[in-house]
């Protein structure tokens, strides 16, 4: 059985992909490759020569990534901080960008012992579970409507748990709902959500018109619906002094600020920008 050169068939999967349109097509090879091995993708030059058995998993693997099927549905799993959930159909595949939701929060609650967290919108749990991971002294809540996002979540939350983190307490439950957490009214230290926002009939890649779940992405109003609802949601369940930070459209720089400004008892609104500058999510303060 000859073997061949890793790097060529990198080469020609990141050929394919970049015809294809994919964003990130050397990126994805990589990944691809490493993802077939077992490897982490920095440790790809320490592997010049593969059987050909591998060349063909790449291959087939890079046929389905041109096809625009999101790489995490082929490997199975998507990262968000020091974490890692799996993902597929009926889940929203959580993205880079809420690293930086992840950071903010993690940063308020520093010099907080044991703060109770809320996440609205939870999807496949990545948030929740990234933040029980880094503070496993937090009492994390997470909350979807969606039973397939739900069931993605109690997957990842019990293959978390097994492995030995801190569990998160996991509901199904209505954001638009004003009674929903009624129990935790007062008493949240921070309130975190990556809600639908993008507005109905904004075009999007494929990789999530045809793949990401419609009710994860798109939203009313153009694209404020549910923004609104969690602006209500943080404002009942924070307690003085807790934080609220949500995700949000880049066209929402003014608008999602402006509603949370609407609520007197937040304060110190700020909006924030994501990795390539562009407004992305909004923070603020309960007053007391």
Known sequence: MNRQPLRLAIMEATRILTEAGVESPRSDADLIAAHVLGVDRGRLPMVPLVDPPVIEAIGQLVAQRAKRIPLQYLTGWAALGNVTVNVGAGVFVPRPETELLLEW??????????????????????????????????????????????????????????????????????????????????????VLCNPPYVPEGTYVPPEVAEHDPARAVFAEESGLAIIRHAVAAGARLLRPGGGLAIEHDDTHGSAAPALVRARRVLTGVEDHNDYTGRARFVTARRLG
């Open 105 to 190: 929060g993690l940063k308020f609650l520093q010099g907080r012992e044991y703060p109770v967290v809320v996440d609205l919108c939870t999807g496949s749990a990545a948030l929740a579970l990234a933040l029980a991971h880094e503070r496993p002294d937090a009492v994390v809540y997470a909350v979807d409507v969606d039973a397939q996002a739900l069931a993605w979540a109690r997957h990842n939350a019990d293959v978390h748990s097994d492995a030995g983190n801190t569990p998160i307490r996991l509901y199904s439950g209505d954001i638009t709902d004003p009674t929903m957490f009624a129990e935790l009214d007062g008493l949240v230290d921070l």
